[in-house]
């Protein structure tokens, strides 16, 4: 695959604290974008897209941003919640040309205290 | 959103025996989908690419005989893994782009099904 799966980093952070997410990806011909969150013992659940002709989008509580350059992504969760725990995956995408897979990084664990 | 469903949710087998996993793409059709495994703690990593009325593409490193993918129809694509060992245990992950005729499609995934291999 095009990344390495391995165990996963953690973030820690309070109840109503911002919390930020980074992800490096590796295929530079990527041009498409997701964050999932997965819930210990669920399937991943999109929670925003971003395609490489952006390089910010904003949903409800959530931000993506993406750097081409670098090849780089981050998820911004503001006023994070105790339900948001979860583990969160970026996962890229070089369209439906090259078989449409998606491929995930490594993921992070984030736990919110109460 | 589409809706994906993956039968069983949980199997616990004997080494040496198969299992079927069933992944069924629920309110939309499905030339494509694509099956994952995650170990605990790790990410997701593709298996194989799961086309309907054609051999599957299997990912570097995967064995093509032992997780046998057979994509029955729109809806349905299924996974045997073919005699199963402890090693094959792990959480079975099945996804399927909702196609719209656009170029980049969300992925929708299963709730997974959690394999044990005694």
């Known amino acids: 695959g095009e990344s390495v799966g391995l165990h996963l980093p953690t973030l820690s952070v309070q109840e109503g604290d911002n919390s930020i997410i980074n992800c490096a990806y590796s295929?530079?011909?990527?041009?498409?974008f997701i964050w999932y969150k997965q819930e210990s013992g669920k399937g991943p659940q999109f929670i925003i897209d971003i395609r490489s002709n952006m390089d910010k989008r904003q949903g409800q509580r959530v931000t993506v941003l993406l750097n081409k350059t670098v090849k780089h992504l981050s998820l911004q969760i503001a006023a994070t919640q105790p339900g948001d725990s979860a583990v969160y995956f970026c996962?890229?995408?070089?369209?439906?040309?090259?078989?449409?897979?998606?491929?995930f990084g490594t993921g992070t664990s984030l736990t919110v205290i109460p | 959103g589409a809706v994906v469903s993956q039968h069983p949710s949980w199997v616990i087998c004997k080494s040496g025996t198969s299992v079927k996993i069933e992944c069924r793409s629920l309110d939309f059709q499905a030339t494509t989908m694509f099956w994952y495994r995650q170990f605990p703690k790790q990410s997701l990593m593709l298996m194989a690419t799961s086309n309907e009325g054609s051999k599957a593409t299997y990912e570097q490193g995967v064995e093509k005989d032992k997780f046998l993918i057979n994509h029955a129809s729109l809806t349905l694509s299924t996974l045997t893994v073919t005699s199963a060992h402890p090693e094959d245990s792990s959480f079975y992950i099945c996804?399927?782009?909702?196609?719209?005729?656009?170029?980049?499609?969300?992925?929708?995934f299963g709730p997974g099904t959690r394999l044990t291999v005694l």
């Open positions: 295929n530079s011909a990527s041009d498409y």
């Open positions: 996962a890229e995408n070089a369209g439906r040309g090259t078989g449409n897979q998606f491929y």
């Open positions: 996804s399927a782009p909702e196609t719209s005729g656009r170029v980049y499609n969300e992925q929708f």
